[in-house]
T-cell receptor, first 117, second 109 residues
């Protein structure tokens, strides 16, 4: 069964760049799946950020598109999220996930990112 | 922008009862790509239903999905203690975009 694990800094200052990595185990990123990032502000609902294919093709949520980049490193079986110019509104639990049939069928446990001076 | 509205916001029921959760889309789905997730406190979401009515691997048959167009339903036939959680619907649109509803909390009455 696929395992996903997010890693990141925990705390980011306003206006700076957030960078997260998702390491995939027991599956290969290159098998053809798409891979997503989803976030959840404290006490609130889920928001899809974007997705990537092992070929490097991406799709982003239009509401975040100007600030987001998702990349993939097939040699490390990882994919990454970069979010620029963060504000307090970007404070959230960030999940990485594997896309199944037009849904996310496997999820990491999430990593909490706080944006604060 | 597509909006998914889930109702009710909170559903108070007892174990053994039937739960019916609604998800209404502001625009009709041209496809059947509607999914449902369960999330418990401190955990990641868990996929229950995809493609409107297909159960994900390992999901008990007390969970069922139905609907089309703008109106979709998740039904839990008999609530077990472990089913009390928050449930989210999600749709997929082309070009690639996933949208979540705001969630329905199923709590113990």
């Amino acid at each position: 069964q696929v395992q996903l694990q997010e890693s990141g800094p925990g705390l980011v200052k306003p206006s700076e760049t957030l960078s997260l990595t998702c390491t995939v185990s027991d599956d290969s990123i290159s098998r053809g799946w798409w891979w997503s990032w989803v976030r959840q502000p404290p006490g609130k609902g889920l928001e899809w950020i974007g997705e990537i294919h092992h070929s490097g093709t991406t799709s982003y949520n239009p509401s975040l598109k100007s600030r987001v980049t998702i990349s993939v490193d097939t040699s490390k079986n990882q994919f990454s999220l970069t979010l620029n110019s963060v504000t307090a509104a970007d404070t959230a639990l960030y999940f990485c996930a594997r896309n199944g049939d037009y849904s996310q069928d496997s999820w990491g446990q999430g990593t909490l990112i706080a944006v604060s001076p | 922008e597509v909006v998914l509205t889930q109702s009710p916001g909170t559903l108070s029921l007892s174990p053994g009862e039937r739960a019916t959760l609604s998800c209404r889309a502001s625009q009709g789905l041209a496809n059947s790509y509607l999914a449902w997730y369960q999330q418990k406190p401190g955990q990641a979401p868990r996929l229950l239903i995809y493609d409107t009515l297909r159960r994900a691997t390992g999901i008990p048959d007390r969970f069922s999905g139905s609907g089309s167009g703008t109106d979709f339903t998740l039904t839990i036939s008999r609530l077990e203690p472990e089913d009390f959680a928050v449930y989210y619907c999600q749709r997929y649109d082309t070009p690639a975009m996933y949208t979540f509803g705001q969630g329905t909390k199923v709590e113990i009455k």
